[in-house]
Nanobody
Framework: VQLQASGGGLVQAGDSLRLSCVASGRTFSVQKMGWFRQAPGKEREFVALIKWSGGSTLYTNSVKGRFTVSRDGAKNTVYLQMNRLMPEDTAVYFC??????????????????WGQGTLVTVSS
């Protein structure tokens, strides 16, 4: 599975952005998609995940109520709508795909395929 993330940019605190991740290749094997982020000098951290067939989502506490993960099956695309952005949301955001049976495991090591990352910078 190949993943292409896009939508990052420079915004001010309180603004919104929507990230997209287009999947191609053996997408029929994908069970869940995740969004992760990595800030400068920090480890990659889980942000959100969604069941590829739709319906089930999970968020890290710091983004609950502000971020929404969704998918468009017809377009093989997963979105991350980010509202009320804060400077601490500044990071490179990655999408990832997991072919293992559905679970709420959020460890980065459990995901098989990764996109290239898109930079989100939130100024105060």
């Amino acid at each position: 599975v190949q993943l292409q993330a896009s939508g990052g940019g420079l915004v001010q605190a309180g603004d919104s952005l929507r990230l997209s991740c287009v999947a191609s290749g053996r997408t029929f094997s994908v069970q869940k998609m995740g969004w992760f982020r990595q800030a400068p000098g920090k480890e990659r951290e889980f942000v959100a995940l969604i069941k590829w067939s739709g319906g089930s989502t999970l968020y890290t506490n710091s983004v609950k109520g502000r971020f929404t993960v969704s998918r468009d099956g017809a377009k093989n695309t997963v979105y991350l709508q980010m509202n009320r952005l804060m400077p601490e949301d500044t990071a490179v955001y990655f999408c990832a795909a997991d072919r293992a049976p559905w679970s709420i495991i959020t460890a980065a090591s459990s995901f098989d395929s990764w996109g290239q990352g898109t930079l989100v910078t939130v100024s105060s």
